[in-house]
């Protein structure tokens, strides 16, 4: 069993920054992408970054060049800078971690962060 603890949530004027913590601890086998979710009220769960352990990054067309993903695989790591924050980022922002044994896959979600950007 893996748990991620997420940190870095709070409150933040439109233009500034923020930065998202998650850390995965427990029965880890090879955590394969390591990536941050977010959800607003009334909306459904969307991708936001995705980081791959060879360090390939994606990210939701909204957030390019305003965010950057990161990881560190030895601390089990990975943090979403947040710059230049919009009114439309308010959202739930969960940690997700794929973590493979095998052919098999397994997906844990951190317990949610509140990101509140006020206008």
């Known amino acids: 069993q893996v748990q991620l603890v997420e940190s870095g949530g709070a409150l933040v004027q439109a233009g500034g920054s923020l930065r998202l913590s998650c850390t995965a601890s427990g029965r880890i086998s090879s955590i394969n992408t390591m990536g941050w979710y977010r959800q607003a009220p009334g909306k459904q769960r969307e991708l936001v970054a995705a980081?791959?352990?060879?360090?390939?990054?994606n990210y939701a067309d909204s957030v390019k060049g305003r965010f950057t993903i990161s990881r560190d695989n030895v601390k089990n790591t990975v943090w979403l800078q947040m710059g230049s924050l919009k009114p439309e980022d308010t959202a739930v922002y969960y940690c997700?971690?794929?973590?493979?044994?095998?052919?098999?896959?397994?997906?844990?979600w951190g317990q949610g962060t509140q990101v509140t950007v006020s206008s």
């Open positions: 997700h971690v794929r973590d493979d044994y095998y052919f098999s896959a397994s997906h844990y």
């Open positions: 980081v791959s352990n060879g360090g390939n990054t």
